[in-house]
């Protein structure tokens, strides 16, 4: 099982760049990584999806390094808003045995005025 | 379209007694999937559904079943509460496919068993 590890919590301030790691030592080949967002009291939201080197969207980056062990969410520019519970997902279509889907305990980013 | 709904919303149960808390989705995603959430905790999957009529255990599945009869529709049942079962619970859906980490949450249904 690609279990992952990331840190607890992160303090940033508004306008500064954020970057969350999520180590997944042990991801298979099929494995994609997947990351979510989540506020107070409501369901988490995708925020970006990857498989090797770099993703971007509109409002993250992710980046992959060649050995896949480990990946990287980037916030560029945070604001207040963004302070959430941000997850690292690793797992492979379809859904196969038990467990597959994991979410990591996620990390607390709170972005300080 | 109103993406993934959780009925009810609240929910107090005493021990034993049995309910089921049902989701749907209008998005004809093929893949669904039950959630808990802990204080402190991440999510654990409980239960999923890659298809009409196909169910599956995930992580924490005892004490918990789960039926898909309509593609749109994934119900969650709880025989015999007990207290250990006090969660939040959150219903999300999914296309197949590599696509399948990209899930759409429900807004989660607070359960306290007392």
């Known amino acids: 099982l690609a279990k992952t590890t990331q840190p607890i919590s992160m303090d940033s301030y508004e306008g500064q760049e954020v970057n969350i790691t999520c180590s997944h030592n042990n991801i298979a080949t099929n494995d994609y990584i997947t990351w979510y967002q989540q506020f107070p009291s409501q369901g988490p939201r995708f925020i970006i999806q990857g498989y090797k080197t770099k993703v971007t969207n509109e409002v993250a980056s992710l980046f992959i390094p060649a050995d896949r062990k480990s990946s990287t969410l980037s916030l560029p520019r945070v604001s207040l808003s963004d302070t959430a519970v941000y997850y690292c997902?690793?797992?492979?279509?379809?859904?196969?045995?038990?467990?597959?889907?994991?979410f990591g305990k996620g990390t607390k980013l709170s972005v300080k005025p | 379209n109103a993406g993934v709904t959780q009925t009810p919303k609240f929910r107090v149960l005493k021990t034993g007694q049995s309910m089921t808390l049902l989701c749907a989705q209008d998005?004809?995603?093929?893949?669904m999937y039950w959630y808990r959430q802990d204080p402190g905790m991440g999510l654990r999957l409980i239960h999923y559904?890659?298809?009409?009529?196909?169910?599956a255990k995930g992580e924490v599945p005892d004490g918990y079943n789960v039926s898909r009869l309509k593609k749109q529709n994934f119900l969650l049942g709880l025989e015999s509460a007990a207290p250990s079962q006090t969660s939040v619970y959150f219903c999300?859906?999914?296309?197949?496919?590599?696509?399948?980490?990209?899930?759409?949450f429900g807004p989660g249904t607070r359960l306290t068993v007392l």
């Open positions: 559904s890659v298809g009409e009529g196909t169910t």
């Open positions: 999300a859906s999914s296309y197949g496919g590599r696509t399948y980490n990209e899930q759409f």
């Open positions: 997902l690793v797992g492979a279509p379809p859904p196969g045995s038990q467990g597959n889907l994991i």
């Open positions: 998005m004809n995603h093929e893949y």
